[in-house]
């Protein structure tokens, strides 16, 4: 069975400084992708970052980068310089070839709030 | 990016009616889609997969002849709420993939039963 935990319902940063969001993952897929997904209120899913299972170098992406540690089965991001617009839900996801059929599934979620 | 549509964006139904939700591809072929589920201030809960041209496959817990699912063609895939009630109220949310990867989401749809 596939997992994703996310320990941190809600987290605080000041404007400029860097914040990580914590995502573990449980699965018995050799081949998987994991993902990163901002929500704001509006209720949209904007993708973030990609990191797949076989990447050897950690994805980044503009202010946000992704630390893939295989052997713990985590996939924290990190936001550089936070903004105040960066306040919003953020969901780890994971998506697996064999054993998961295509589908994703999510963490539940880190709620973050940039201080000005 | 590919682009992802849903229509409505907003819907209020009077409880015992039914609600189509649509979701469309705009830009490519999806020969898979998604539709999940929302409730506020919680994570998105897998409802079913669609893929064009079979019987969406549901998942556990999740009532089939509630939740209609249609995927006529490789752009639309609809969602028909039947014989809605107020604990349907919810936001439903559709993707599209593209590759083993790749995976698009629309905007959302916010149902509302009164």
């Known amino acids: 069975a596939q997992k994703i935990t996310q320990t941190q319902p809600g987290m605080f940063v000041q404007e400029k400084e860097a914040v990580t969001l914590d995502c573990t993952y449980d699965?018995?897929?050799?081949?998987?992708?994991l993902f990163w997904y901002k929500q704001p209120s509006s209720g949209e899913m904007i993708f973030l970052i990609y990191?797949?299972?076989?990447?050897?170098q950690n994805a980044t992406e503009g202010r946000y980068s992704l630390n893939f540690q295989k052997a713990r089965k985590s996939a924290n991001l990190v936001i550089s310089a936070s903004q105040l617009g960066d306040s919003a839900m953020y969901f780890c996801?994971?998506?697996?070839?064999?054993?998961?059929?295509?589908?994703?599934?999510f963490g539940a979620g880190t709620r973050l709030f940039v201080k000005a | 990016g590919a682009v992802v549509s849903q229509h409505p964006s907003w819907v209020i139904c009077k409880s015992g009616t039914s609600v189509k939700i649509e979701c469309r591809s705009l830009?490519?072929?999806?020969?898979?889609m998604f539709w999940y589920r929302q409730f506020p201030k919680k994570s998105l809960m897998l409802m079913a997969t669609?893929?064009?041209?079979?019987?969406?496959?549901?998942e556990q817990g999740v009532e089939k002849d509630k939740f209609l699912i249609n995927h006529a063609s490789l752009t639309l895939s609809t969602l028909t709420v039947t014989s809605a009630h107020p604990e349907d109220s919810s936001f439903y949310i559709c993707?599209?993939?593209?590759?083993?990867?790749?995976?698009?989401f629309g905007p959302g749809t916010r149902l509302t039963v009164t």
């Open positions: 993707s599209a993939g593209l590759g083993a990867y790749e995976q698009y």
């Open positions: 699965t018995s897929d050799p081949s998987y992708g």
């Open positions: 990191q797949g299972s076989y990447d050897q």
């Open positions: 996801a994971m998506r697996g070839v064999k054993t998961g059929g295509f589908k994703t599934i």
């Open positions: 830009d490519f072929q999806a020969t898979t």
């Open positions: 669609s893929n064009e041209g079979s019987k969406a496959t549901y």
